[in-house]
């Protein structure tokens, strides 16, 4: 591994159109080992779609991205899994009809060799979901239970506890929280700040704007496909943050709001 | 302590109640179990021919096309997609093993060169399914059409014969230990279903990208080589199938296998499995079209009209769907 960039990540000059939309314009991101990057932006800003870029989920028209000083050219997600970075999405992308085990391993089944053919270890498969969950305290009774049959945080938890438990170096988390009772969100920050202390990288995309000073280093801001602001969060506000979001025009009212509500960093 | 005595109760909670809810997913297959036990009875008590080693064995052997080729359609619409055309492709194998056998072609190298034909006509079908997007039930429509229509090209629409002292006929008639080939086949062809569905990747990716095949691609599968794959199979499984029906009658006839789309997407239906994909059943589809052959061969033999077979088919897959979606409820949450 060349240690000469002291970046993890570095998006560089990251367009992609869709017809009439430009999506994404001349967008840059740059994320360091270990460090938790908060993306935010109102709906429509770009930032799932330059989440997707770096997980190989969407093929960006230009620009270019760096993972530790080396430039990839990710040109499926299974490009992106290999170079180790992981993604929740914010549809959690499960199999309803697939269990636990077999959510949680998608795309990489343990297998055994039997008569040199290739089949699914599903002992070992159950056998290590079941620690995977232990492991992130993630409560469910059955590996073998479809997902169909699981509440909107269990599945969730299933999304989150994937994406963390193959050793990534990159973990991207867009909404990770939506779902989520009040203990649950305590717990997946409570993950974004462990696997960060581990040196993984974290960008996470959310709407709550309290998780974001509550694990987040850094605070990138964007606004109809662009970056408009970077913030650190020793260094900025939720005021700041909500103007830079909602753009300059509705200032005055977005200020006065939080002002009201009184929830300084 | 109360932490504890909620994951105690939990399990112990979904053992108690695990018969039930095993019915409820499986609901499928256990719905077309119990028409097809039931359906068997009624022709053991109403006939004496019918539960008999040769009637049973004659069941196998006639079915034998229909349960190879619905094994490899359970793939199919497990993905969520359909293949039309595999009635054609069984015609047109079936002619050509008649033509390739009177040009004095070798039987091992005609059913070779079939199944690879069969084989190459899915993956282009697949190709355009996979590849371009096309729906797969346009693209299959189409070769329906386009491959029963070569066959009648080739044939000029007469039947042709192939020769009785051909080793070919070995496929279609011969007995081995005391079992027809044909049902001997469509054993190992079933049992090769059944693992490869339930036991590689590859059969999990077949249920995933029909739940969602977007995150079986994001989780770095190239879903479009599985979707390819199981068009191949289904090719090469009514290729299969047409050489056991020209070796079985002894002729090749491009009008042979008119409506058989049908029965087999008839025998995977009613085996439980789901046409918008996701949930698919090998087992189900052993029963399904296992309860359709039973159903044709107990009304000839209680000596009611043939005619009947389709009716009572088509009420039994509608009253078995019906029951899945009514009295196995909750099997499949509705969202």
């Known amino acids: 591994m060349t240690e000469t960039s002291p970046y993890r990540v570095r998006m560089t000059g990251i367009s992609k159109r869709y017809h009439p939309i430009q999506v994404l314009d001349d967008v840059s991101l740059t994320l360091r080992p270990g460090e938790v990057l908060g993306l935010v932006g109102d ?9 997707k870029v770096l997980s190989g989920a969407i093929i960006p028209d230009a620009g270019t991205i760096e993972i530790d000083g080396a430039v990839v050219s990710f040109t499926s997600p299974a490009d992106a899994r290999a170079a180790r970075v992981e993604m929740v999405y914010q549809d959690l992308s499960l199999c309803d009809t697939v269990d636990v085990a077999g959510n949680l391993f998608l795309g990489r089944e343990p297998r055994r060799r039997l008569a040199g053919l290739s089949f699914l270890d599903k002992a070992r498969m159950h056998a290590e979901a079941r620690a995977m969950l232990d492991r992130l305290g993630i409560v469910i009774a059955d590996t073998r239970l479809k997902v169909e049959n699981l509440s909107g945080g269990q599945r969730q938890s299933i999304a989150i506890g994937r994406a963390a438990s193959f050793d990534p170096r990159v973990l991207i988390m867009d909404e990770p929280t939506a779902a989520l009772a009040v203990a649950e969100v305590e717990a997946v920050l409570d993950l974004i700040r462990a696997v960060s202390a581990r040196g993984v990288s974290v960008i996470l995309i959310t709407h709550r704007l309290q998780d974001l000073f509550l694990v987040c280093d850094r605070i990138q801001v964007m606004y109809e496909g662009r970056n408009v602001a970077e913030r650190l969060v020793s260094e900025t506000s939720i005021e700041e943050v909500v103007n830079l979001i909602v753009g300059r025009k ?14 300084p960093a | 302590m109360s932490d504890n005595a909620i994951k105690q109760q939990v399990p112990s909670r979904l053992v108690t109640a695990s018969w039930h809810e095993k019915a409820i997913a499986r609901g499928g297959v256990v ?22 080693t040769p009637n049973l064995l004659n069941i196998v052997r006639q079915s034998a096309p229909l349960l190879i080729v619905a094994s490899a359609m359970t793939f199919v619409i497990t993905t969520g997609g359909i293949d039309l055309s595999v009635g054609s492709v069984l ?30 006509v899915g993956a282009l079908q697949g190709f355009f399914v996979a590849y371009e ?89 190239n879903t479009r080589l599985v979707t390819l794959g199981v068009y191949i199979l289904t090719g090469a499984a009514a290729a299969l199938a047409g050489i056991i029906l020209a070796s079985r009658l002894g002729s090749g006839s491009s009008n042979s296998g008119q409506g058989f789309e049908l029965d087999v997407i008839a025998a995977v239906v009613l085996g439980g499995t789901s046409l918008f994909g996701g949930r698919g059943s090998v087992v189900g589809t052993v029963l399904g079209a296992l309860t359709v052959a039973v159903i044709a061969n107990g009304l000839i033999l209680a000596h009611l009209s043939p005619f009947l077979t389709p009716i009572v088919t088509g009420l039994i897959i509608l009253v078995a769907i019906w029951l899945n979606f009514r009295l196995f409820k909750g099997g499949s949450r509705s969202r």
């Not at chain 2, 719905?31 to 008999?52: H, K, N, R, Y």
């Open chain 2, 91 to 120: 015609a047109l194998t079936a002619t050509l093993s008649a033509v390739l056998l009177q040009w004095g072609v070798p039987w091992p190298v005609v059913v070779l060169a079939l199944l690879c034909l069969g084989a190459a």
């Open chain 1, 250 to 263: 509705f200032i005055a009212r977005s200020a006065g709001a939080a002002d009201s509500v009184g929830v």
């Open chain 2, 133 to 221: 997007g096309i729906p797969a039930f346009i693209v299959t429509l189409a070769g329906l059409s386009v491959i029963r229509g070569i066959a009648l090209l080739i044939t000029g629409g007469y039947s042709i014969p192939v020769d009785p002292a051909s080793g070919f006929n070995v496929i279609g008639r011969a007995w081995f230990i005391g079992v027809p080939v044909p049902a001997l086949i469509a054993v190992v062809v079933l049992v090769i279903a059944y693992l490869v569905f339930n036991e590689t990747a590859f059969g999990r990716y077949v249920t995933g990208v029909g739940a969602n095949a977007e995150a079986v691609r994001r989780a770095g599968v």
């Open chain 1, 43 to 51: 709906n429509g800003a770009g930032k799932s779609t330059l989440s």
């Open chain 2, 31 to 52: 719905s077309i179990a119990l028409f097809f036990v039931v359906v068997c009875i009624v022709f053991s008590l109403a006939t004496d021919a019918f539960l008999t």
